[in-house]
């Protein structure tokens, strides 16, 4: 029997790889002689590093950089060959910060991505792979365009703050002394969420709160993102406002397909593609994949549902492994035929991170023993 495993990973918990060898450890102890296949994912937040490097090689590269906060830290982007690949998050994200408290939508800026970027093209990197998730930012990336050598002006030709909360005073974005090297560049951003730019599903009005903005402050980038969009239009002639995925990172969507020439695609769709995804499920009987947890924003573009559409073209059953599952869920019509939590009900989430590995193993060891039981009983009945 084929067996494969394309999980994401479990975050603030297990990497991708470890959950899917956690899951490979359990298949196999149910039967120990099923061929089994484990391919990491990532939808373009934490583990794409990771997930990129199982697949295509290549070798961490460390650099002095900074946080959303403008302070100094050390963050890793993957350098393959010509290619880089650089999670936003590393840099500019929320698990950079201490917690809620440090928590400054308005100031948080995205320059330190911008420094990863200009060093990746320093280093040769001429195809540039950026993901989205995790942001602590709402700045449309402003940040990373002026470490790129964009001039973002007030009417006074002024630099203007940064973070989201200085977007007002832009008047003028000029593109004249843009990294050269930026220019001869192919640049890929990877997004996990379509969210466009504005409105109640917009960065600021959707992901504004979870980033520590209060209701005066989602308002106020709401409008502050609406300005940037009516310069970047001006200035740059492109129309921000209707991009899929234009929300994401606090507008760095957007801010990709203003500054970079680069519209956000869908991370797990392109992780998946580069790895081989498709035909690994098309050769399987049964797929497993997962993530920290399954509710029902899982059916919008998260790598369950991803993973579960291939296998429902395909034919094939998938199998959905999470530490907690939202009670009720039903997750068929995104080609998944069970979405199972690991962890015990109630379970503390320490208990519960200290135990995964274990955990994961059992439940996917369960799925194999009752998969097995069923198709004796059919063999038995068809006797």
């Not at 990197?125 to 964009?150: K, N, P, Q, Y």
């Not at 940064?162 to 997004?191: H, M, Q, T, W």
């Not at 081989?276 to 899982?298: C, H, N, P």
């Not at 199998?319 to 997750?331: H, M, N, P, Q």
């Amino acid at each position: 029997m084929n067996i494969l495993v394309a999980p994401n990973s479990f975050k603030q918990c297990l990497g991708a790889v470890a959950v899917g060898r956690a899951i490979a450890s359990g298949v196999l102890s149910a039967q120990p002689g099923a061929k089994v296949k484990i391919i990491p994912l990532a939808d373009g937040g934490d583990g794409l590093l990771e997930a990129c490097a199982f697949f295509m090689g290549g070798a961490l590269v460390w650099e002095d950089t900074c946080d959303a906060l403008a302070r100094p830290v050390r963050a890793p982007w993957l350098k393959a060959g010509t290619t880089a690949v650089i999670e936003l998050a590393q840099a500019s994200g929320l698990a950079r910060l201490k917690g809620p408290e440090e928590y400054d939508p308005l100031r948080a800026t995205t320059a330190g991505t911008g420094r990863l970027v200009a060093r990746a093209l320093e280093s040769g990197c001429r195809r540039i792979v950026i993901g989205l998730g995790g942001s602590a930012t709402l700045d449309a990336a402003c940040g990373m365009a002026a470490e790129l050598g964009f001039g973002l002006a007030d009417v006074k030709g002024r630099t203007i703050p940064p973070g989201g909360g200085g977007l007002d005073r832009l008047a003028r974005i000029d593109a004249s002394g843009v990294n050269k090297r930026l220019k001869e560049a192919g640049v890929i951003c990877l997004a996990d969420v379509r969210n466009t730019l504005l409105g109640p599903a917009g960065a600021a009005r959707m992901f504004g709160p979870q980033k520590g903005a209060s209701a005066a402050q989602v308002e106020l980038l709401e409008k502050n993102l609406a300005h940037w969009a009516e310069i970047v239009g001006k200035d740059l002639g492109l129309d921000v406002l209707n991009i899929e995925g234009g929300g994401a990172a606090g507008g760095a969507g957007a801010g990709c397909a203003a500054f970079l020439g680069a519209s956000p695609r869908s991370g797990a769709g392109w992780v998946g593609h580069a790895a081989g995804l498709e035909e690994a499920v098309r050769r399987a009987d049964l797929v497993f994949t997962g993530e920290g947890r399954i509710d029902a924003q899982t059916a919008c573009g998260k790598i369950p549902a991803y993973v579960g559409a291939l296998a429902k073209k395909h034919g094939k059953p998938a199998v959905a492994l999470g530490g907690s599952v939202e009670e009720g869920l039903d997750l068929t019509a995104s080609g998944l035929a069970a979405c199972l939590a690991i962890n015990p009900p109630g379970m503390a989430l320490e208990e519960a991170f200290r135990n995964a590995e274990k955990n994961l193993a059992s439940a996917a060891a369960q799925v194999m023993m009752d998969k097995n039981k069923s198709s004796r009983q059919k063999s038995e009945l068809g006797s």
